[in-house]
Every structure is written in structure tokens, then in C-alpha cells.
């Protein structure tokens, strides 16, 4: 067995939301008391990695920079628990996603932050490396699925290989568990909960015909 066994959408693009929710499960995380915050939030709903954990009990804070989309964000949201903050993200500076969340006004410990998502469609895995303050326990960071975990790539503006990010995390205290398109990372301290499957990058890697046939398109 694997993640990919459990895959399953209700809001997001690839089966995100059935594998957190695995996940969430093997760690002990429940909606009482835990954060989720998406970074490329769009409208809240579309291809939403937090959206189905938020509309059930999870406290959020969702950012998007585009103001447009911004407002069907405050639209969709309002009757839930959650915090939206319109504003671009960078890798340093006021606009850095320590300094972000900084000014959430939301109290975040290691204990309570359950999931970042980090899905801005350019420079995903230097954001994802200049987290210093928060520790969340699971972060999903987007790459570019079309290249074999073998290879590396980085770049500003086309995203990253599995393989780039992969050992990115590995650096910062963090365990690539599961690839769907997007990178899951489990938090070092953390990964003795989790099952025992095969997390070799090659297990874990959807090629872009796997994540369509996932979603009935192949």
C-alpha cells in the first residue's frame, strides 16, 4: 500500500484531499485546536488543498495576492474560520511567509499548525526553504510533474523536480512521503507515526498520465 491508495477530491485537483486526510489520521490531527494555511489560496474552492479541512472545523488562513480573486475568497469563506490576507509572497522581507503569518494574528505553535500549502506556480521551492519561524506538521508544495524523479530542476519560474524538492527537505527537517503533483512533507519528528510503506522517490512519484488516469482523463 501507499498514499495513493487513498486518494480522493472534494475541492482539490489530484487526490490531495483523501491522502491529507490519511495523513491528518496517522498523525493524530484533528479540526480541535489546528491551523491549516494555503499560500495561493485563489477563490478558496478551486483545485483548494485546505478547502475541505477548513468547511470542517479547522481554523485557516488563506493568502492570495491576486485581488479579484481575493474577493471571491472573502465571499466563499465568510461563514467559515478563516483569515484572508491579500498579499504576494516572497522568499524574504515583509512580504516572506514567516512575516506573512507574523501579522495573521493567529497564534501558531508547532502543536497546533497542521498544514501549509504552498502553491504560487513559480518560485514554490524557494518559498519553501526560507520558512525559519513555523514548523507546520505536513506541507504540501507544488512542483513540475513532468520530470522522473531522477532529475533535478529548479527554477523561478516553472516550479521544481520532485527530486529538487525532495532533498530541500531533507535539509530542513522534512520527509517527502507522497507525489501527486504536489510534494507532501511530513515533519522529521513526526515521521515515526506514520506507516510502513515505501517512500523512495520512485514509489512516491505520479507522472502526469498517472495523476490523469487518477482523475478518469486517461
Not at 494555511?37 to 488562513?61: K, Q, V
Request: aromatic residues 12%; charged residues 25%.
Amino acid at each position: 500500500m501507499s498514499y495513493f491508495d487513498f486518494a480522493q477530491n472534494f475541492f482539490s485537483a489530484n487526490g490531495e484531499d483523501g491522502i491529507t486526510q490519511k495523513i491528518f489520521t496517522d498523525l493524530g490531527i484533528t479540526a480541535q485546536g489546528s491551523v491549516v494555511c494555503e499560500f495561493g489560496a485563489w477563490d478558496g474552492l478551486d483545485d483548494s488543498n485546505t478547502a475541505h479541512f477548513w468547511m470542517r472545523g479547522y481554523e485557516a488562513i488563506l493568502i492570495e495576492s491576486d485581488k479579484s480573486r481575493f474577493n471571491d475568497l472573502l465571499t466563499n469563506t465568510k461563514p467559515f474560520n478563516c483569515h484572508c490576507i491579500n498579499t504576494m509572497v516572497q522568499e524574504e522581507g515583509d512580504y516572506s511567509i514567516d512575516n506573512i503569518l507574523d501579522r495573521s494574528m493567529v497564534k501558531l505553535t508547532d502543536d497546533n499548525f497542521a498544514l501549509m500549502s504552498i502553491d504560487i506556480d513559480s518560485f514554490d521551492y524557494y518559498v519553501f526553504g526560507s520558512i525559519k519561524k513555523y514548523r507546520p506538521k505536513v506541507v504540501i508544495v507544488e512542483t513540475s510533474s513532468g520530470y522522473t524523479p531522477d532529475r533535478d530542476f529548479i527554477s523561478r519560474d516553472a516550479g521544481c523536480s520532485l527530486k529538487s524538492v525532495a532533498e530541500l527537505g531533507e535539509k530542513i527537517g522534512y520527509k517527502c512521503v507522497i507525489h501527486t503533483g504536489n510534494a507532501f512533507f511530513v515533519r522529521d519528528d513526526l515521521v515515526d507515526k506514520l506507516p510502513d510503506y515505501d517512500y523512495s522517490l520512485e514509489a512516491i512519484y505520479s507522472s502526469p498520465a498517472d495523476i490523469d488516469s487518477r482523475q478518469g482523463k486517461a
